[in-house]
């Protein structure tokens, strides 16, 4: 049974960090790519980044390029966004996701003073 399992959310101020991690199990964690997704209130779902299954090439939202990093640990089954120089708009739920076809339940970020 595929599980994605988000952590690490939270409220920052304006400019602050956050690192966020998804916990992947019931599926060969290597052999994918992974993505992160967010929600914003009144919003639609939105590709954040990607990666590919060996993590040698990476993918952003205009909106977040330069401020947000995607990684991955296959030996950890584990991948993370580090996001940096946070802004209110990037207020949302993030969501992990295998191809679209299996989803996380999300954690919350929420940017404010």
């Known amino acids: 049974q595929v599980q994605l399992v988000e952590s690490g959310g939270g409220l920052v101020q304006p400019g602050g960090s956050l690192r966020l991690s998804c916990a992947a199990s019931g599926f060969p964690f290597s052999s994918y790519s992974m993505s992160w997704y967010r929600q914003a209130p009144g919003k639609e779902r939105e590709l954040v980044a990607q990666?590919?299954?060996?993590?040698?090439?990476?993918n952003y939202a205009d909106s977040v390029k330069g401020r947000f990093t995607i990684s991955r640990d296959n030996d950890k089954n584990t991948v993370y966004l580090q996001m940096n120089s946070l802004k209110p708009e990037d207020t949302a739920v993030y969501y992990c996701?295998?191809?679209?076809?299996?989803w996380g339940k999300g954690t919350l970020v929420t940017v404010s003073s």
């Open positions: 990666i590919t299954a060996a993590g040698g090439s990476t």
């Open positions: 996701s295998r191809q679209r076809r299996y």
